[in-house]
């Protein structure tokens, strides 16, 4: 209650107001209509929804997805982390202003480009026809490999910069040191840039995969209404169907699984940064 009474802390209540409108009455309504039914609050809406075989096919495709999206972001972004850190003052500048410059454009702007890119005739059919790998054109587009791929483009940068964020910070001398004592790279990797590296990690991964499995346009434009997610049956249910019961309880799901993503990496996050 001392704080209220800090006229600085009042400078907050704008921001309280706005969010407790536009955040968490939206929230609290959702909350409260999937618990409702004819006869008040009840779980059945919860139970029909998890007894219905296509719902876990759902839930599913929603967690595979975006465990692909989180493991094709980390594996681009981890080496692409060390590249930032350790370039030169110049090289940095240009490789972070390709990295922050595409958050700037909208999903929807970068599904339609993916759509081109991904189609029979497109860049990435062409490359691999060029290559070698392709005797002839495949379709990526409306597939789930096609939505991984773009997902985790426009995702990627939210791997890179918590990951950079860290690498920064630790002396490339630790490395040269154990080198020294006859540790091999590998053994200097799993021993010393890893486990120093590994908050960054969960915080990349944690914003990626809770992205992932909250997209909404992505799939609609890359896949389309026949693969469904957690968020596209959201979005299905109140626009399309007018079940607002069933909106609601997939959303409810849908924060529940982000919500549990984020406290379960913080709490991961501070264990390895005090172990650290």
């Known amino acids: 209650m001392k704080a209220w009474r800090d006229p600085v802390a009042l400078l907050a209540l704008p921001a309280v107001l706005y969010?407790?409108?536009?955040?968490?009455?939206p929230l609290l309504w959702l909350l409260m209509k999937s618990f409702s039914g004819p006869a008040g609050l009840t779980l059945q809406p919860y139970v029909a929804f998890m007894s219905d075989p296509f719902n876990w096919r759902v839930i599913g495709n929603t967690l595979r997805?975006?465990?692909w999206v989180t493991v094709v972001c980390f594996i681009i972004g981890y080496p692409a982390a060390f590249a930032l850190a350790r370039a030169g003052a110049v090289l940095q500048i240009v490789m972070l202003v390709s990295i922050i410059l595409p958050l700037s454009i909208g999903a929807v702007v970068k599904a339609f480009a993916w759509q081109i890119v991904l189609r029979r005739d497109g860049v990435v059919t062409q490359l691999m026809m060029g290559l070698g790998l392709w005797d002839e054109p495949q379709r990526l587009l409306?597939?789930?490999?096609?939505l991984v791929l773009g997902a985790a483009n426009i995702f990627l940068p939210f791997m890179i910069l918590p990951i950079y964020s860290v690498v920064k910070l630790i002396d490339p001398r630790l490395s040269e040191a154990g080198a020294t004592l006859g540790a091999t790279p590998i053994y200097r990797f799993t021993h010393v840039t890893l486990p120093l590296t590994l908050p960054g990690v969960v915080s990349g991964v944690a914003f990626v995969f809770s992205l992932s499995v909250s997209m909404f346009v992505i799939p609609s434009l890359l896949i389309g209404d026949r693969f469904q997610t957690l968020s596209t049956l959201t979005g299905r249910s109140f626009l399309l169907m007018r079940n607002?019961?069933?909106g609601s309880t997939t959303a409810v799901i849908l924060l529940a699984l982000a919500v549990a993503i984020?406290?379960?990496s913080?709490?991961?996050?501070?264990?390895?940064g005090g172990n650290s």
């Open 244 to 246: 607002e019961q069933l």
């Open 65 to 67: 997805v975006a465990a």
């Open 266 to 272: 913080t709490w991961l996050a501070r264990r390895l």
């Open 142 to 146: 409306f597939t789930e490999t096609g």
């Open 262 to 264: 984020v406290v379960g």
């Open 19 to 25: 969010l407790l409108v536009v955040y968490a009455y």
